[in-house]
């Protein structure tokens, strides 16, 4: 059964940094471009970052460009994000993805439940 779960999310200062985490099974995450989503209250999807099968090939938003990092680790099956410098605006739920092909592009057809990250002081 392919499932994807995330965690890693909390309660932050601004500044502060967090690492989510997206652990999948029922598939290998080095046959998937995977990535990030999040969604605020009131707001409209964003896609925050995505890895290809090539880890060398990264996307970010303008918005996380030089504060947030993408990773994978092939072994645990697993996908990260890194979040520094971290904003109030971050304050969203954040979804791990799997797209349907190998690169960045085109659209994704699983995703995990979501964990929620909130910058606040």
């Known amino acids: 059964q392919l499932q994807l779960v995330e965690s890693g999310g909390g309660l932050v200062q601004p500044g502060g940094s967090l690492r989510l985490s997206c652990a999948a099974s029922?598939?290998?995450?080095?046959?998937?471009?995977m990535g990030w989503f999040r969604q605020a209250p009131g707001k409209e999807r964003e896609g925050v970052s995505c890895v290809s099968i090539l880890s060398s090939i990264t996307t970010y938003a303008d918005s996380v460009k030089g504060r947030f990092t993408i990773s994978r680790d092939n072994a645990k099956n697993t996908v990260y994000l890194q979040m520094n410098s971290l904003k109030p605006e971050d304050t969203a739920v954040y979804y791990c993805?799997?797209?349907?092909?190998?690169?960045?592009?085109?659209?994704?057809?699983?995703w995990g439940q979501g964990t929620q990250v909130t910058v606040s002081s």
């Open positions: 029922g598939f290998s995450v080095t046959n998937y471009a």
């Open positions: 993805v799997r797209y349907s092909g190998r690169l960045c592009t085109g659209s994704y057809n699983y």
